[in-house]
């Protein structure tokens, strides 16, 4: 899953950027309004986590034109604002969630996690692929209620494509929604990710849940 | 507690009931005199003819009284009375009234022990038993001659005569004249009745006249104390409007109105403030619980958390710096700072001060060109000029472009001395002039980097105020900035 963090306090961008990597999401980073816009152009993000005071362009400014420009991503603005206006202002504007300055990390995750099933239409946080459970509330991967240890690339790959069940990716594809924009990631990166994802989660004597189409990419079926 | 109408009525028809009591009283007892001197005057007339029939003639004194002429003292119903006395005592004549009854014809006048030659009136009590006023005079009795023949041709005439003692000096009669007053006594009570019916309907007249006028009159009153009743913490944003007022009220009007914006700007200050403070304070804090919990749950990312922890110092001097400016604003607030003047030699302050920044200024390669009066000196706090001097250099070296110059200058006139800190300016507007000196105020909204918290105008301001200097800014020709602190001259 790949977001875009806006905010314009380094340390702030920083210790976000670092934690949400960790999760397993690819991070985008932008310290002003104008590269916050301009990237959410550019990539298709599943998340912008938006701060409105931000130099140059206001967050709002960047919400209305992402808006009118017909940007779809979903919008969480994250504000020391905490006034009842600023937050209705925001939401009518078209940002999705509003989260408060000062914040728990685990609440951001949250509400993150919220707006990614959202994007995918999914109310439930627990998917079941046969035997293979995937909580996405804790990110956690079981068959059989026995946890299996991902790495959070791989949990981050399986949730993919297990949200988008029946759809192929390409490596490409993958690669930009799994990978920073800026990364200088190849293919062959997804190939090892596909290779030891499958080594984790199937089972001997089971059909496969990650399948290849030859010359297409890969899907979860 | 009574109303402003209420308590004007009270005094109005209150002071208006009282002087019309007075009035009354007054105009009563006018009317009343009037009444008993013409009362008084009419009697006497009466006396004065019964004295006009008294003579003295060939030594005796005679007193001649026709009844049909003067048919009052006859024995009516409501007869009058007279008395004629002589010198000895003796009673020459009486009216035929006193003949009406045994109880009349035992009674008599009173004479009074006091000879009255002017006519002496008095109420008394009439021998019929009626109220009634005497009027007593004491007169000596004329000599005419020619009233003989006259009294020989008028057989019908009642006379009375009593001698007169040979060689003795003429003699002085007494005549007590009486009538009843009781018609008199009526007619001042019904005077007195009117006047207290009319002073009674003349207060209830007022009084509706007053409500009337007090409720026209107090309309603007009544209006503005609705208006001003409506008030509350979060109608300050509205003002009183009384249409037409008049200039009492208008003055209230006016002055409520400005209390009610210097009070709305005061509000929306005091919520800025603390709308800063929190969002000051807010974005560190968050900066401080991300740092934490990240840190706290990848804690084998060693590098990482080492640049948290530096972030964290940082977060803390950033938030030292808010809490120190704060304070010192406070001190100078609540007039807690003490001001100890002594000379200051302005350039010495301003060497010291950007001795301290060079390493700021060396990294955006910014030139410093001192050119102020070595002589130049202030009478004020060295501490506190110190402070100023050195934000307001702060704020040049933070918000200067990369490359630009500083320039200290100073001037001297006759009534003032100062000195100026010119740097360019990129972003700076005109209207932000007004708005600088605020608390918190920073042209960058987002309030990017925590270096700068945007209280050092502020405590530029407060401090300048405490010590007496005057602060302007400008904004120059070719994006220039200057802020000058001037100092008057005494004499």
């Known amino acids: 899953m790949k977001i875009l963090l806006v905010e314009d306090s380094q340390r702030l961008l920083r210790s976000l950027g670092q934690g949400l990597k960790k999760i397993g999401y690819a991070v985008d980073l932008a310290a002003d309004g104008e590269e916050g816009l301009a990237l959410a152009e550019t990539y298709d993000y599943h998340v912008i986590v938006l701060d409105l005071m931000l130099p140059g362009l206001p967050g709002l400014e960047v919400l209305r034109r992402l808006r009118a420009r017909g940007g779809g991503a979903h919008v969480l603005i994250l504000s020391a604002r905490d006034r009842v206006e600023d937050r209705v202002k925001g939401l009518q504007l078209g940002a999705d969630d509003y989260l408060v300055k000062p914040f728990a990390f685990e609440e ?45 690339s791989e949990y981050a790959l399986l949730e993919l494509l297990a949200y988008q069940r029946g759809r192929v990716f390409s490596k490409e594809q993958l690669v930009e929604h799994l990978h920073r924009s800026d990364s200088d990631v190849s293919s062959n990166v997804i190939e090892v990710l596909v290779s030891g994802l499958r080594k984790k989660i199937h089972a001997h004597g089971e059909p496969p849940i990650l399948r290849t189409r030859r010359g297409f990419g890969y899907l979860v079926e | 507690m009574r109303s402003l109408r209420t308590r004007l009525f009270v005094y109005l028809i209150g002071g208006a009931t009282l002087v019309l009591a007075i009035g009354g009283v007054v105009l009563t ?64 004549q009486r009216s035929p009234s006193f003949d009406r009854s045994d109880q009349t014809r035992a009674a008599s006048l009173v004479k009074g022990p006091r000879p009255a030659t002017a006519a002496a009136f008095q109420d008394v009590r009439l021998p019929d038993g009626r109220h009634g006023r005497q009027v007593r005079i004491d007169f000596v009795p004329t000599l005419d001659p020619e009233d003989e023949q006259a009294e020989a041709q008028d057989s019908d005439r009642t006379s ?115 709308s800063d403070i929190a969002h000051e304070l807010k974005t560190p804090i968050a900066e401080l619980r991300n740092l934490s919990e990240v840190g706290a749950r990848w804690p084998d990312d060693q590098a990482s958390v080492r640049q948290f922890f530096e972030d964290a110092g940082t977060i803390a001097q950033q938030m030292e710096r808010v809490v120190v400016h704060l304070l010192a604003l406070a001190r100078v607030d609540e007039g807690r700072e003490q001001v100890w003047r ?23 390669r910014l030139e410093f060109r001192q050119e102020i009066s070595r002589d130049l000196r202030f009478e004020t706090d060295a501490e506190k000029f110190s402070l100023v001097v050195s934000n307001l250099l702060a704020n040049a070296v933070a918000y ?11 001037e001297e006139t006759s009534a003032r001395a100062s000195v100026s800190f010119t740097n360019r300016a990129e972003n700076l507007e005109p209207q ?25 105008l502020s405590l530029v301001r407060a401090l300048a105020d405490l010590l007496g200097l005057e602060v302007e800014a400008q904004l120059l020709p070719d994006r220039r900035f200057r802020i000058t602190v001037s100092q008057p001259l005494a004499g």
């Open chain 2, 342 to 364: 002594t000379p200051v030699w302005v350039a010495e302050v301003v060497d010291a001060a950007w001795k301290a920044l060079t390493r700021d200024a060396a990294a955006k």
């Open chain 2, 29 to 92: 007892t006018i009317v009343s005199d009037a009444l008993q001197r013409e009362f008084d005057r009419a009697l006497e007339a009466k006396a004065r003819g019964l004295i006009a029939l008294t003579e003295r003639e060939a030594g005796q004194i005679e007193f001649e009284f026709d009844p049909e002429h003067m048919p009052e003292f006859g024995d009516g119903d409501e007869p009058e009375y007279f008395e004629l006395w002589l010198p000895d005592g003796s009673r020459l």
């Open chain 2, 432 to 456: 932000d002039l007004g708005v600088m000196f605020d608390r918190f105020w920073r042209k960058d909204e987002a309030r990017t980097g925590g270096r700068n918290v945007g209280l050092g």
């Open chain 2, 160 to 274: 009375s005569r009593a001698p007169v003692p040979a060689g003795s000096s003429p003699p002085t009669v007494t005549l007590l004249v009486a009538r009843e007053r009781e018609r008199l006594d009526a007619g001042i009570r019904r005077l007195e009745l009117t006047f207290l019916g009319l002073g009674a309907v003349l207060v209830l007249a007022l009084a509706g006249l007053m409500q009337l006028a007090l409720r026209v009159g107090l309309r603007s009153l009544e209006r503005l104390t609705g208006e001003v009743r409506a008030l509350d913490v979060t109608s300050l944003d509205t003002r009183v409007t009384v249409e037409a007022p008049p200039e009492e009220i208008r003055v209230v009007v006016e002055q409520v109105n400005a209390l009610l914006a210097r009070l709305e700007a005061g509000f929306k200050r005091e919520r800025r403030l603390s």
């Open chain 1, 108 to 152: 951001l995750c949250a509400r993150i996690q919220a707006l990614v099933r959202r994007r995918h239409q999914a109310k439930n946080p627990v998917i079941r692929l046969g035997a293979l459970e995937i909580d996405a509330a804790r990110r956690r991967v079981s068959r059989d209620g026995e946890a299996l240890h991902l790495t959070p």
């Open chain 2, 400 to 410: 200067s472009p990369v490359g630009s110059t500083v320039v200290c200058a100073s």
